[in-house]
């Protein structure tokens, strides 16, 4: 039986990124970036004011200066004439500085109560005080240099990063594919959610819960119908996964030692699997290997352990699949409030986090049974005990994982 950081390890080992595709900027928050961005020019590309105000020569200007305003410059309006000595320009926020001046005053450091562009010009403006050079002037280049790498390859593109390729005039982006996972539920007592309930039947709930997550990480998850505890039925969802371009198939329950966990047999007749026990509580039942050239995961039944073995194991396949570089998760550490007992496996329980004085506590969130989702829940976090520890102890100081939304109050 595999240790948690053997089998992540393994599992990574065997996984590349996916291929690239070009898409539309709108359409490039959360990829990632599948080459290096230069940008194509200086950013800013002319020299501009960062204030409403005026633009001066600090050698025409003394504090209490009044001098007569040679014109207006609106932004975006192309470029102005160079500056005139001895005068002041009416500038707005972002327009280009006139050749010759080296300072903007703002408005309010001057006498003109009108701050409109395109209101009637003072004949002459009084300036309180005197710039420095420089002062309120963004200079071109100020941000990005042309043929600068401002985004590298493999770089997640948040709403900063999208801003920065919309600032450099691009309209499209090549980025890793998103992967697609095909979801599944084995189960002869399972029914669809909406489906009236017979007697020993319960709803699906994990192909929801694990769609869920790979939507959430980035990834498009498609659902397929539960399979039951039949061979035949199993093997045709794993085809139908193939069939639809799922890059990574991802089923839950029928992988353990029962009369009726057909999975395994069903991946072994058409891959492989390289290990189906993991050192890990909960979640000790988790397959992992190769079925018609997939990646394939076969998480547990229960439902905590099938989401929790998705955070550990599937979730960091995921990101190295669309091309992300790193996939820890936020972590802090919190001192354990409660003693909660372990059975030796590396455990993952579910806490509530709060800040109390300088430090982090955790308590626990309730209940630790592997079918009890209500926890999970009302948790916001999973403090890890590590393998070989049987009890962890009121005041030991434990890592914990911070569960996605998390607020720590």
Request: proline share 7%; aromatic share 4%; charged share 20%.
């Amino acid at each position: 039986m595999l240790s948690v950081a053997e089998a992540q390890a393994r599992i990574l080992a065997q996984l590349e990124p996916l291929d690239f595709e070009v898409v539309p900027l709108e359409a490039s928050a959360g990829r990632v970036l599948g080459g290096d961005i230069a940008a194509p020019f200086d950013l800013p590309p002319f020299d501009n004011s960062s204030m409403d105000g005026y633009a001066v020569r600090t050698a025409d200007v003394q504090a209490g200066t009044a001098l007569p305003v040679s014109g207006d410059i609106p932004a975006g309006r192309g470029v102005p004439a160079p500056h005139t000595p001895g005068t002041a320009v009416r500038i707005m926020t972002g327009a280009p500085v006139p050749a010759g001046a080296d300072a903007v005053i703002p408005v309010e450091d001057t006498d003109d109560g009108r701050r409109e562009s395109g209101g009637p010009l003072p004949a002459q403006v009084g300036l309180r005080r005197a710039p420095a050079p420089g002062a309120n002037i963004r200079p071109r280049g100020q941000d990005m240099r042309a043929g600068q790498v401002v985004l590298a390859a493999g770089t997640l593109l948040t709403p900063a990063a999208v801003g920065v390729l919309a600032g450099l005039g691009f309209a499209q982006v090549n980025v890793h594919r998103r992967p697609t996972v095909a979801v599944f539920s084995t189960g002869d007592e399972l029914r669809e959610v909406g489906e009236a309930l017979g007697p020993g039947q319960i709803h699906d709930t994990n192909s929801h819960t694990l769609a869920a997550a790979v939507e959430l990480n980035g990834a498009d998850a498609r659902r397929l119908a539960t399979a039951g505890d039949d061979l035949a039925v199993v093997r045709a969802r794993l085809a139908e996964a193939r069939d639809g371009g799922a890059h990574l198939i991802l089923s839950s329950a029928g992988v353990s030692v029962g009369a009726y966990d057909v999975v395994k047999a069903a991946v072994e007749q058409d891959g492989r699997l390289d290990f189906w026990r993991v050192r890990m509580r909960p979640g000790k039942p988790l397959a992992f290997g190769q079925v018609h050239g997939r990646p394939y995961f076969g998480l547990p039944g229960n439902p905590v352990s099938a989401l929790l073995t998705f955070e550990v194991f599937v979730r960091p396949a995921l990101l190295k699949l669309a091309g992300r570089r790193s996939w820890a998760k936020l972590e802090l550490e919190a001192t354990l409030a409660e003693p909660l007992d372990s059975d030796g496996r590396e455990s993952y329980l579910r806490v509530v986090v709060r800040r109390e004085g300088a430090g982090y506590t955790a308590y626990p969130a309730g209940n630790q049974g592997s079918a009890v989702m209500s926890t999970l829940v009302r948790a916001n976090g999973l403090l890890i005990v590590p393998e070989g520890v049987t009890q962890a102890r009121a005041g030991e100081r434990f890592r914990v994982w911070l569960m996605e939304g998390a607020e720590v109050g």
